[in-house]
Structures are given as C-alpha cells and as structure tokens.
C-alpha cells in the first residue's frame, strides 16, 4: 500500500477503536442500525462493500446523513450535478484493483495488486439534488429481498446446526457442524440470530469453502482476528435481515483483543471487513442456489462449498 491509503486505514481503524471503546462489544450496533436503513450507495447505483460500507455507514452516524447515496466530484458533475459546502467534507474510500500490464523484455502479460483512494462526498451536499436518477421506489438494502427473512437465510444456507451442548454456540470445523443452545434459552429472537450469524461467519472459513486459517490460541491475532471476520459477518448479516442483535456476553472478553490488533496492525480492519464480505456474500449466494434447487423440485437445502480461488 502507498502512503495516503496507509493513512486511509490508519484512520477507519482508529474509527473503529474509538467505538469499541465507547459501546464496548456492542460496538457494531451503530452502524448496523445504519445498514438497515440504508446501505451506502455509489451515484452510479452501486452498493459499497467490504470497508468502504463500514467506514460510510459510520460516517452516516456520526454526522447525521439521512442520505446513504455518495459519489465522487466527478460523478456528480457528470450526472449534472454540483457541490455546496462541502468543504472539508470529503470521505476517502479504498478500491482494490488487479492492474494488467505487458513485461517489455519478455512480452508477457503480468498483473500487480494496487490500491486507489478516492473522495466521495454524500448527496446532502449536491445542489438540487432530487433522487431523480434512482427508482422511485427502490429499495436501497440491497438486491436480496426474497431470502432476507432470518430463519430462511439460515436454513438455506446449507450449514448442519447440532444441539449437542445446550449452552454454547460454537462452530465445530471437525465435524462441520454449528452448535446453537434452543431458542428458549435466549432473551429473545434478535440475540438467537445474532449468534448463529456470528457461527456462520465460522462456518464459511472451512477449507472447502473460504479456505481462512483459523487462530486456535485465544489471544493470539489469528484468534482475535478470526473472532473479528465472524463479528462482522454478524453484523452484516443482521443489518440485512433487520435483526437487532444484541452481542453475545462472551464477545466482552474478546474486546481487548481486537483493540490490541487493530493498533498493531491498522488494515487488519480492511482485511476483516473484506473476509466478513466474502462471508456474508458466500452465505447469501448459497441460499440462493439452494431456493432454486428446493423451487426445482428437491425436498432439503443442499450444502453449497466453494474453493477459494
């Protein structure tokens, strides 16, 4: 990474630091309540994901917007648009890109991971701005609709859920199976839902699917960090499926952890965020293949892997 998107991760993981410190282990609910409402949208109609969509969504809390559309200087003006004082008002985002180019001695084609940092300011800055390039009635909390309902989108997810230990949840990657205690045994619906998503989050770090390395040391970073995907993945899920989870109470000793590993390694907050995507995405894409195959005729979910790539 260069410089300037150094500083970029250096300040959304200080971000997120200073809301861990604040709201403890609930410090996902903030912006997860931001994500149900609306998740951050480019001008040109398109979702931000991994990062980006934490660091806006936090944005949108901290300073009120009721808008969850953003855009660059340039799209803005290209949709025939211009600012008002939206000075100092910018918001960096991070795109990752797979640059291609040809090797002068060899004449082979190679590629090179690089890093672009853009500034993207929100709507409520855009003079006149109506809306008038998005659907009157367009829902902005993603395309998903159809398997949103939480009990659905774990059942169709494919995952094997065990009641072999009434009080703990855990995912159990010998066996591939997800523990979770009886729904009785929660306060209520949103805190039952909030922990299996956290398992599922786990459960798309198997080898055959994701292919993560999972910390088996509590307190080391690959622990801490793993904890830190499956939270997000939680969140995510539960800002999609409009569940208001509350955190699990063994989340509290897993705190000071993620804050220690997020000031030793700031774009570990970038890397988590981009696992808890691919994770989310894995569980939705796998509900999907599974309602069409239940549509198709077949009685049961079937359980979709996938090969990291």
Known sequence: MDKRTNQVMTEISNTCIDMMQEHGSNWTKPWRDIIAKGQPLSAKKRHYNGINRINLAMYMLKRGYTSPVFGTFKQWQSLGYKLKDAKGKGINVVFFQIVKYKDKKTDEEKTF??????????????????????????????????ILDAENLAQLSGANFVNEDANSAYYRPSNDTINMPSKEQFNDASGYYGTLFHELGHWTGAKHRLDRKFGTRFGSDGYAFEELIAELTSAILSGLTKVDAEPRADHAKYLNGWIKCLKDNPDAIQKAASAADKAATFILEAAEQNTESCLSGRDQPVTVTKVAS
Request: aromatic fraction near 20%; glycine fraction near 2%; charge should be negative.
């Open 113 to 146: 991971p690089t890093w672009k940092v853009f500034t993207v300011f929100n709507s409520q800055y855009v003079e006149n701005w109506k809306g008038d390039f998005l659907d009157n009635d367009q829902d902005l909390t993603q395309d998903w609709s159809d």
